[in-house]
């Protein structure tokens, strides 16, 4: 039993962590939903307070209600699964089934306990949210139309019994339901009931004149009644011309009336700073719907001025991806209505394009940034302020560590709550301190660029003889922007890639996703024919047009790469689903001279003030001192496992340390462990990569048994390092696609958090190369973000690594031996060359890295081009177009190389969302311009890529 002296003291205690759960609920509200962490604690801090309270305390009805409302709040900001909605309504109907009802006595005599109306509609809006998950995850046609049957009947009931605290809402509710009847039946059927749509926009005009009357909630109703009107535009087709002229003077009507409910909205009193953003981005596609060009850009604009104001640098990277989802492909579409506008030059398209994008990397390259063109006070400031925001960062993150189970850690929580409460609000205020010290210095016309998208005079000034390509591909149109020094096509240019469209591209890369690592030959030809050649032709770089006779039959084995004879360098910039294609390794194969790889060198980027920072990076510390030993040294007997340099050199301390990571068979797996396949050429390659780092001057470093926290910790102060295992590609949160070690995930956000931070500016301890030699490490198969480029090279680049090879998806595990040794050799030749072979030491150039993966991947292709025979790549005789099908792929692939053939084990982690992809392929309704697959082909050489500046 409690006496009274306690229960008092745990009253107490509940009615604090409710007081925080309530500032924490505001907070998230007020941050636009940025911030799910505060949700996340809000729902551990209400199932305290109900641990807290007895069970005969009328308080427990009340928490109730704001308990499943966080729930509810949890889902919205993750949409993972439905069980926070499952337990939100049984919350709910416990109330229902056991709270007194206040209705029936004076509201004094329950002060605690909601009106019922206020649940009856809380369930109504509870099984509109599961209705839409249903319908979202493919669950029996039952499923969803069963919960959208209760939302009706709910709203409906809130609605008839006409409570002040609850109408509005049950209005809304009850025109969400409608709205969400006619987009299912829309995509079930081809078309949706045009009375429910209208049902749906009577009640939205009715609920936004209670709010009117309330005073509050009318911003909202009206940027969802705008959000009905464009959809009731769908009703009288589209702006392409296929409509008939009334109905395209209506469905226009309809998109002017979304507009001004828009701005009603951002007009409104109670419109807050994350609606007011929500409405110029909506509005954007609107503008250019109507053909509005200039308005679009200047709406879009708008916006991402706005966009710091909402904090998102605090946020988690879960958070950050939730949300920056909602803006995918509108600054594609955008950049596509400023060509179109006529008005700006492609100068100021393509700085409009690098402002929309790569969101989450300009928050952490804010520790990277180029400060020396402050003064001495902004540099202070500056400094200043990234310290403070860093240190609260860690304190927030060291509070929360752990706290996962609300009224599972009972009393002993209390001290822990009060202080990550303290210490996150103390991390807001630095990241308004540090939004703050950015905003002034980015008004000065000498620092403008700072954290911005660089001019492009700064990006040429870097350039040298490199070109960059910078992709946009929108449905309006898709382009390249070319950025060069050479007197032919200087400054930026811009190509208009006339025969490619978004969705022919989205075509090919749904069929790369089912059925890599085979590929399909035609889209290397596509890539060819209609992207990658036209660029190389605009560029002025010899490209023979003669077409290919019907007798072509694969060339000669030698080699066709010649060192002599240096290529040009372009720096690739892809955009949006172009993000998911091997541009480098584009090409018809069979035919000498007809690919990228016969004209340039590849190298990737995620983005023009990537590469700025990059290219910085590399001009002001100097590359590593290799100290190449003779070749002879180096030939394929001193470097076979047997004749290893020890993996753990006694080297001294000034010779530069290459960490080599294997993992050939991670202990466990959490979740899977039944998946990973052991990897039995990993020792051969850390062998003999670790001779060659040997050879180089370089002191080879492995760790046994390597932990997440070991590679962390062993990180800084490391010149090259080398990962050889599984790596993971996570399909839903691309900050979890982790490299997989001995217990668990090396994730992309464990790198990014920890950084290397603790490498000070000692110019020895540069990070120079990262070498994931693993599946899947460029990979990010969510569309939504892949402007964002989260995945493992960049998460390399980010923390300060000059250069980064990865793959873009499954390779095997013999041929990643082969690509790793050809790399490090050529490194060591490079070395060799730049000191006249007299074995001195020497700075390798900023391209030595990318120039041999270049000369390795060449010579790979070659000889898989003659290893995979003439029935393998059709000749032109077999190019009659087939009936559309899918061809089977085979249980185990094989890898040609030469006259070897190997049974492939790859180096990934298998996925539930990999059956996903193919069914998807399965699914897919090919294109006129598409023909079917033909040959499906594995060539590993063709994932590894470059990204670096």
């Known amino acids: 039993m409690i006496d009274q002296k306690s229960h008092s003291t745990l009253e107490d205690q509940a009615d604090a962590r409710s007081r925080l759960a309530t500032g924490l609920m505001l907070r998230y509200h007020q ?136 109408i509005r809402n049950a209005i809304d509710t009850l025109s969400e339901a409608y709205a969400t009847r006619y987009r299912q039946s829309s995509q079930r059927d081809g078309a949706g009931d045009p009375n429910d749509i209208d049902l749906a926009i009577k009640y939205r005009i009715a609920a936004a004149e209670q709010a009117r009357k309330d005073g509050v909630g009318l911003s909202h109703i009206l940027r969802q009644l705008a959000i009905l009107y464009s959809l009731k535009r769908t009703l009288y087709g589209t702006q392409d011309g296929s409509t008939s002229p009334s109905s395209a003077s209506l469905a226009r009507r309809f998109l002017e009336m979304a507009l001004e409910a828009y701005s009603q909205c951002s007009k409104s009193p109670d419109c807050s700073t994350y609606l007011q953003i929500q409405t110029l981005v909506e509005s954007t596609p609107i503008h250019v719907a109507l053909g509005q060009w200039a308005e679009a850009v200047d709406t879009w604009e708008q916006a991402l001025d706005a966009m710091p104001n909402l904090n998102m640098r605090s946020a988690s990277f879960a958070d950050q991806e939730f949300q920056i989802k909602e803006y995918a492909g509108q600054s594609a579409r955008v950049v596509s209505a400023s060509i179109l506008s006529g008005r700006r030059s492609p ?107 660089p001019s492009i005079d700064t990006v040429r000034s870097l350039l040298g003889s490199d070109t960059i390509v910078v992709f946009n591909v929108s449905t309006l149109r898709c382009d390249a922007f070319l950025i060069s020094n050479s007197p032919a096509t200087p400054g930026v240019s811009l190509l208009e890639l006339k025969q490619v469209t978004a969705v022919g591209i989205m075509i090919w890369v749904d069929r790369l996703r089912a059925t890599r690592p085979l590929i399909d030959s035609q889209m290397l030809e596509w890539l060819w024919t209609d992207i990658t050649r036209p660029i190389l032709d605009f560029l002025g770089f010899k490209v023979d047009g003669a077409a290919i006779p019907s007798t072509t039959r694969p060339v000669a084995s030698h080699s066709s790469y010649n060192d002599s004879a240096p290529l040009p360098r372009i720096i690739w910039i892809p955009t949006g689903p172009i993000c998911h294609l091997p541009l480098h390794a584009a090409g018809i194969h069979i035919s000498r001279g007809s690919s990228v790889m016969d004209h340039v060198i590849s190298s990737y980027s995620p983005s023009l003030k990537e590469f700025v920072l990059g290219r910085k990076q590399l001009l002001s510390s100097p590359p590593p001192a290799f100290r190449a030993s003779s070749t002879s040294a180096l030939e394929p007997s001193s470097i076979s496992s047997e004749a290893a340099a020890p993996t753990c050199s006694t080297a001294p301390s000034t010779v530069q340390k290459a960490l080599l990571i294997g993992a050939s068979n991670p202990s466990s797996q959490p979740g899977r462990p039944h998946t990973l396949q052991s990897l039995p050429f990993v020792s051969t390659e850390i062998d003999q990569v670790s001779a060659i780092c040997h050879a180089l001057n370089l002191n080879p470093v492995s760790l046994q048994d390597p932990t997440r926290e070991s590679v962390l910790d062993s990180l800084p102060a490391t ?47 540069r990070p120079y190369l990262a070498f994931l030699s693993a599946c899947l490490t460029g990979a990010n198969d969510i569309d939504e973000l892949a402007d964002e480029g989260i995945h493992l090279i960049a ?28 790399v490090y050799q050529g490194l060591h030749d490079s070395s060799s060359r730049g000191s006249g072979g007299d074995g001195m030491s020497t700075r390798p150039a900023h391209e030595s890295v990318c120039r041999s993966l270049h000369r390795t991947l060449v010579n790979l292709r070659d000889e898989w081009r003659v290893g995979i025979e003439s029935s393998m790549l059709p000749t032109r005789e077999d190019e009659d177009e087939k009936s559309d099908e899918i061809v089977e792929l085979p249980g185990v692939g094989i890898s040609a190389c030469g006259d070897e053939r190997r049974p492939v084990t790859e180096r990934s982690v298998t996925s539930e969302e990999e059956d996903d992809n193919v069914k998807r392929w399965a699914s897919l309704k090919l294109g006129k311009k598409v023909k079917s697959p033909r040959r499906l082909v594995r060539a590993d050489w063709i994932p590894y890529v470059h990204y670096g500046s």
């Open 31 to 166: 941050n636009g939903g940025f911030h799910l962490d505060d949700i996340k604690r809000a729902v551990s801090e209400v199932e305290m307070v109900l641990h807290l309270l007895p069970t005969n305390n009328p308080e427990r009805w009340y928490h109730m209600r704001t308990l499943a409302l966080c729930l509810k709040l949890r889902y919205l900001g993750s949409s993972s699964s439905c069980a926070d909605l499952d337990r939100a309504l049984q919350l709910l109907q416990d109330f229902l089934d056991g709270a007194p009802d206040c209705g029936s006595h004076g509201e004094d005599d329950f002060p605690f306990i909601p009106r019922r109306g206020v649940i009856v509609m809380m369930m109504a809006e509870l099984f509109s949210i599961r209705s839409k998950w249903a319908w979202e995850n493919d669950l029996k046609q039952g499923d969803y139309k069963a919960d959208l049957d209760r939302c009706l009947e709910y709203a409906q009931k809130a609605v008839e019994m006409n409570e002040p605290d609850s």
């Open 347 to 453: 100068a100021d398209s393509l700085r409009l394009l690098e402002r929309g994008r790569g969101m989450i990397a300009s928050f952490l390259q804010i520790r990277r940034a180029d400060i020396s063109a402050l003064d001495p006070l902004q540099s202070s400031a500056f400094t200043e302020a990234l310290s403070r925001w860093d240190e609260m960062r860690r304190q927030v993150q060291d509070a929360g560590a752990g706290f996962e189970g609300g009224g599972q850690q009972k009393q002993q929580q209390q001290s822990e709550t009060g202080i990550w409460a303290s210490q996150s609000q103390k991390f807001r205020r630095a990241e308004y301190e540090l939004r703050s010290v950015i905003q002034d210095i980015q008004t000065d016309p000498r620092t403008s660029d700072l954290l911005g998208p």
């Open 719 to 765: 010149t090259i390092f080398h990962f050889a295992g599984h790596g993971l590609a996570d399909a839903r949160e691309p900050s979890r696609s982790a490299l997989i070690l001995a217990d668990g995930h090396l994730t992309v956000s464990s790198l990014l958090d920890q950084g290397l931070e603790s490498r000070g500016d000692d110019v020895k301890t």
């Open 795 to 822: 998460a390399f680049q980010l923390i300060g690594f000059s250069h980064v090879i990865g793959t873009l998806w499954q390779v095997a595990d013999s041929a990643c031996v082969d690509v790793s040794v050809g």
